[in-house]
């Protein structure tokens, strides 16, 4: 029987500097994982310790797997340490992932801030795998500068595949940045969506969860046809430690995709 508390030593493929505070880790486990989009992995950095990250690679590929990392303390310090050759530790998946299923034949709004495009992108392989499936999936994504935009080498190709339209925005402009300026949510303006029959998925910073869902509602969205990625503060995958709890939810193993019908009622929604 497999120890679920055991990581997986794999070896890292690739690092791929997305943005200057932003890494995309290129993983090769000794076997295949496979995951959900919106799924996460508990991944150790030995001698260091352990975090949960979301893959940011296609759920169809699970013999490699893409995870997309921001630097913001001591472990994902010790990740953009990291360079090929490198091993770390996996755990997982944990978690249920998006609702694919229940997207088909209707307009998928998908809107990402930041580093919340990683967790999104996994998404976008899942829904892009059968676009044909879809009315529509329509990308919004909002950054704080554009230095920051993640994946932008794949921008031009995104806005290609039939059914998909892209557009991003950034806080404020530098250099010769020639493109929107604004907070993300204003790209949630005059949407051109058939909004008795689509879905809506948020990925971002909380303070953006939270504005993000308010435009939506303000603008004719259901609280049933809202999800929200909350990636915080889990710890053991498996709702044990009670770290990650939204009213009697644990994000960690009924979530981190949240539908807001469930949890808009609890006051620790957006922290």
């Not at 000794?30 to 893959?55: C, S, Y």
């Not at 008795?196 to 909380?206: D, L, M, Q, R, T």
Request: net charge positive.
């Amino acid at each position: 029987m497999e120890n679920i508390y055991q990581p997986l030593e794999t070896e890292v493929l690739d690092v791929i500097t997305e943005t200057p505070t932003i890494k995309t880790l290129v993983l090769k486990p000794p076997r295949p994982i496979p995951f959900r989009a919106g799924q996460f992995m508990q991944l150790t950095v030995f001698g260091v310790g352990e975090a949960p990250f979301t893959p940011s690679s296609s759920p169809f590929h699970p013999e490699t797997m893409e995870i997309t990392i921001l630097k913001a303390g001591r472990v994902t310090a010790a990740v953009h340490q990291l360079k090929p050759g490198d091993r770390i530790g996996l755990r997982g998946p944990f978690g249920k992932g998006y609702p694919i299923e229940k997207f088909a034949g209707k307009e998928i709004l998908v809107v990402g801030g930041g580093v919340g495009l990683a967790p999104l992108r996994a998404l976008l392989y899942a829904l892009f795998h059968e676009a044909e499936k879809y009315q529509r999936i329509s990308i919004k994504y909002g950054a704080r500068n554009p230095a920051e935009l993640s994946f932008r080498r794949q921008y031009a190709a995104w806005q290609k595949i039939p059914n998909v339209d892209f557009e991003y925005t950034v806080d404020r402009a530098e250099g010769d940045y020639r493109g929107k300026i604004g907070l993300v949510t204003n790209l949630l303006d005059n949407l051109d969506l058939n909004l008795n029959n689509a879905y809506a998925v948020s990925c971002g910073p909380e303070v953006m969860l939270k504005f993000v869902t308010l435009k939506l509602l303000s603008i004719g969205f259901k609280p049933e046809q809202i999800y929200l990625s909350m990636n915080r503060n889990m710890s053991c995958g498996m709702g044990i430690c009670g770290r990650c709890n939204i009213g009697p939810y644990y994000l960690c193993k009924d979530g981190p995709d949240m539908n807001f019908a469930d949890i808009q009622k609890y006051p620790d929604v957006f922290g």
